[in-house]
């Protein structure tokens, strides 16, 4: 008995560490060069003002923070360069407090998990 809920707790142990991420900001300046070159290749006049890199088991991706003007987006890489995501940023929006995870949704709104 001992033995099959160790079995358990291991399974359990390694399960929330293969999807365990991890993100911190970094300088726009450390971003591969093959995000640097698409960006100035396929979206010429926006300017990258933040960079996140988020590691994974599955692979490390960078969310990049760019302006045009008065117009923000948020464009998702993989580590080779290829764009994975495009959408608009909200600064408010895109980073609550992390409590505010628990709160209950508004009518408009659909909890994900």
């Not at 590691?55 to 993989?78: H, L, P």
């Not at 995501?85 to 909890?111: A, G, T, W």
Request: charged fraction near 30%; avoid cysteine; hydrophobic fraction near 35%.
């Amino acid at each position: 008995m001992k033995t099959i809920i160790g079995i358990i707790a291991l399974f359990f142990a390694v399960s929330v560490t293969a999807y365990a991420q991890d993100k911190a900001e970094i300088k726009v300046s450390e971003l591969p060069e093959a995000i640097t070159t698409n960006l100035s290749d396929q979206h010429a006049g926006w300017e990258a003002v933040k960079a996140y890199k988020q590691s994974a088991m599955n692979g490390t991706t960078y969310e990049v923070i760019v302006k045009n003007d008065d117009q923000k987006m948020r464009f998702t890489y993989d580590e080779r360069g290829r764009l994975l995501n495009k959408e608009p940023f909200n600064k408010d929006k895109d980073y609550k407090k992390s409590d505010d995870m628990h709160k209950k949704p508004q009518k408009d709104q659909v909890r994900v998990q």
